[in-house]
């Protein structure tokens, strides 16, 4: 979250103005505190309905897009959520939210706005208390810093940071104040959301083992070319997630045109920052400086039965040689362990696939058998090594245009993925652990 | 002389060129007078689909032929074989006329990025010397791509004219009345289920100073221009405050019919593809060889837009529930 501007709910879960400055609680604050903490476990108890509460609201807020009436019935719904002998306390939670819901306006500025709203709220315990104010007030306040509370308790000391920053994402979405680059690329999203779906998988499902992340440039344009299988292309995502998570740069990866052509699919791809697999495009990003990567094997990699496995099929054309020598940037192999054994691929509907117009529908031992449970891909342990960068900076000026070259560069890029793909299998105890 | 000048985009351009000292005069041609003020612009009423336009361009010693009588819409033109008509017969007499006219010395032809088609197969960016990849070409983008084959033509024949080819994004703006501003305009606006279009604008006084930029420098050559950066077609929507609604793409045609029968919008097939696929071409050319700069970018064109068009229903109800939470707090 580069551009966001984020400012923190309130004064830090501590008691005080908020002002940001961090010194020790009043008298009134602590006698605030007092019969929070005396009534530590009834708050629990709320603390999880209350979050039901917000987690329900989140995903309520995304469907703004949908509709006006929806808009509406989503604060009643909100309302009722909250519950009954604590309506002062659903509102009070309720309100930074609203705060939200107002921003909508495609001017308006959330966190502006956000920020007197909750300043006026936290500011409340240090009024009343011993002063004596209307008691309706300071059980605003107190509820309040209960939601704080809750904030800080289930979502850790930096609680307030992720809510302040994931309301600035969602008024970002809503409003459309986001950049989105020529290729389609969608960096808030793919940061905020994209990746951090895929990561749980690479790391919990898959253990993902990475090894010469140090081959991947700082700086600068590369090409990563690396081995494809596993009937899904799940060995890209998980590589872009593994590139974004090591080097902080995102992985602009070259797709089939028949990812474009697929509804969703194709949307979420240029959002995930991929694009056509051309030269024009490939170039394109190269001389752009990114990172760019690709799976020359194609279908035919990702399709092959499950007996081939770790045998690479024919490197294409060697198109992504020639883009490299264009532009003359250095071509990073990389191998990929594991990835074969997520969907052992044993038959294939032909006829079907041609029907419909895939390249292939296939068969596996669990799929179509079990449905969409033979989705789940199988828990293999995958090991990712990045080679040598292989420089094409040093050939004579229209090497890009010597076709032997051409085949002889592609030939050793295969060659080093191949033999890096033995040594790791040598490496791995089994394909599960 | 400018032709197409009873449309609006063509009255601008004929109108800036007017306003510039260093232009003697200005002729506008068209087949119905134009209901925009046109201020030194001389009218002259013609048919650029007859070959008396030969005798115009004769009479009055033409030098300059601006072409922006290229119909976008089948609506206004009254059908798409008189839209048809108009762009390719018009452009072939035109160009003709040109063709036997010693005194023509320059050539600006108004196309349009549609040439470059819209689908799947597409490059990120089309530049100036790419070939349309999608293969099913209706309508406009049909007739733009026969109307550069007859102006590459013609610049074979006549080496001595000067002539510019203005690929344009869609145009966009306050005053622009246009398939695409009547999309967006519509209450409720119906997107592809699934796709999400990369689109570029440019904006509509951009276009005019374009125009008028390639006919007081000589400039031969094809060149793209749109204003920087790209909006997804989604975000637009949401940019506009307004609800989107998702259609699966079997029933895209189905529904631009209904539309155009409720006089919402107009629509192609070829603005269908464009609005699944979406299209985006590189400006590099427009910078370094046609040394045009956009005032405003696409997202500042459309920002523009999005003044005159008012609120959406989205932002009114989020407004709406924001100052009724406000007002229930007290």
Redesign the interface.
């Known amino acids: 979250m580069a551009d966001a501007d984020v400012i923190p709910i309130g004064s830090g879960g501590r008691p005080g103005r908020g002002s940001g400055r961090r010194t020790t609680p009043s008298a009134a604050a602590r006698a605030l505190a007092g019969p929070e903490a005396a009534k530590n476990r009834a708050e629990r108890a709320r603390a999880t309905q209350a979050r039901a509460a917000k987690n329900g609201a989140a995903p309520r807020a995304d469907d703004a897009e949908a509709g006006a009436g929806k808009a509406k019935s989503r604060g009643k719904g909100r309302a009722s959520e909250a519950p009954a002998g604590k309506t002062r306390g659903g509102k009070s939670a309720q309100a930074p939210r609203s705060g939200d819901g107002s921003a909508e306006s495609p001017t308006g500025g959330a966190p502006s706005q956000l920020a007197p709203d909750l300043g006026g709220l936290s500011s409340v315990p240090d009024a009343g208390g011993p002063s004596g104010v209307e008691v309706g007030e300071t059980a605003s306040g107190r509820d309040f810093a209960a939601f704080e509370k809750i904030v800080r308790e289930t979502l850790g000391a930096d609680g307030e940071q992720k809510v302040a920053e994931f309301l600035a994402f969602l008024r970002r979405r809503l409003t459309g104040e986001y950049e989105v680059d020529e290729f389609g690329y969608d960096s808030d999203l793919t940061d905020q959301v994209l990746l951090s779906l895929l990561r749980p998988l690479a790391e919990k499902w898959f253990r993902v083992e990475v090894r010469g992340v140090e081959n991947i440039p700082d700086t600068g344009s590369a090409l990563i070319v690396a081995n494809h299988s596993g009937t899904m292309p799940l060995d890209g995502l998980i590589t872009q997630l593994i590139i974004a998570d090591h080097t902080n740069r995102p992985l602009r990866t070259l797709a089939a045109d028949l990812v474009f052509k697929t509804p969703f699919v194709g949307e979420l791809a240029r959002k995930g920052g991929a694009t056509l697999a051309s030269n024009d495009d490939a170039e394109r990003l190269l001389r752009q400086g990114n990172l760019v990567g690709v799976w020359p094997e194609g279908f035919k990699g990702l399709g092959k039965p499950f007996s081939e496995r770790y045998k690479l099929q024919r490197f294409g054309r060697g198109g992504f040689v020639s883009a490299a020598m264009r532009t003359g940037v250095p071509i990073v192999p990389c191998s990929i362990v594991g990835a074969e054994e997520i969907y052992p691929l044993v038959g294939n509907m032909a006829s079907l696939a041609r029907l419909v117009g895939v390249p292939y529908i296939p068969v596996t031992p669990f799929f179509p058998l079990l449905g969409p449970l033979g989705l789940i891909p199988l828990p293999s342990k995958w090991l990712i090594e990045f080679g040598e960068p292989i420089r094409t900076d040093d050939f004579p000026e229209g090497a890009a245009d010597d076709p032997m070259l051409v085949f002889n560069v592609t030939d050793q890029v295969r060659e080093t993925i191949q033999q890096t793909l033995y040594t790791l299998l040598m490496q791995r105890r089994s394909v599960f652990f | 002389m400018v032709t197409g000048v009873s449309r609006d985009a063509g009255a601008r351009c004929a109108r800036r060129l007017a306003a510039d000292p260093g232009i003697e005069t200005v002729i506008g041609i068209d087949v119905v007078p134009p209901r925009a003020e046109l201020g030194r612009v001389r009218f002259v009423r013609a048919d650029i689909r007859n070959p008396v336009i030969a005798k115009v361009i004769a009479g009055e010693d033409v030098d300059t032929v601006v072409h922006t009588g290229v119909v976008a819409t089948p609506g206004s033109a009254g059908g798409r074989s008189s839209m048809k008509e108009i762009n390719v017969i018009g452009t072939m007499q035109l160009l003709a006329a040109c063709q036997k006219a010693p005194g023509v010395r320059k050539l600006v032809v108004k196309s349009s990025t549609t040439v470059y088609g819209a689908g799947?197969?597409?490059?990120?960016?089309f530049?100036e010397e790419?070939a349309p990849r999608a293969i099913h070409q209706t309508g406009l983008s049909k007739d733009a791509v026969e109307v550069e084959g007859y102006v590459r033509g013609f610049a074979r024949r006549r080496p001595d004219v000067c002539v510019s080819t203005l690929r344009m994004a869609n145009w966009i703006g306050p005053q622009t009345d246009s398939p695409i501003t009547r999309y967006f305009a519509m209450p409720v606006v119906p997107t592809?289920?699934?796709?999400?279009a990369?689109l570029q604008f440019l904006h509509e006084d951009d276009g005019v100073e374009a125009i008028h930029h390639a006919t007081m420098n000589d400039l031969p050559g094809t060149f793209n221009l749109a204003g920087d950066?790209?909006?997804?077609l989604?975000?637009?929507?949401?940019?506009?405050?307004r609800?989107?609604f998702r259609l699966p793409?079997f029933t895209a045609s189905s529904t631009a019919a209904v539309v155009r029968r409720a006089r919402l919008a107009d629509f192609s097939p070829d603005q269908i593809t464009f609005l699944t696929?979406?299209r985006?071409v590189d400006t590099t050319r427009m910078r370094t060889e046609f040394a045009f700069e956009p005032a405003y970018t696409t997202a500042s064109a459309f920002d523009d837009f999005?003044a005159r068009l008012g609120?959406g229903?989205?932002?009114?109800?989020?407004?709406?529930?924001?100052?009724?939470?406000?007002a229930?707090?007290g």
Do not use: C, K, W
């Open positions: 799947p197969r597409d490059p990120a960016m530049t790419m592809v289920f699934g796709f999400d990369r950066g790209v909006l997804s989604s975000q637009a929507i949401r940019r506009l405050g609800p989107a793409s696929y979406g985006a999005r609120t229903a989205v932002t009114q109800a989020s407004r709406l529930l924001g100052a009724g939470l406000g229930l707090r």
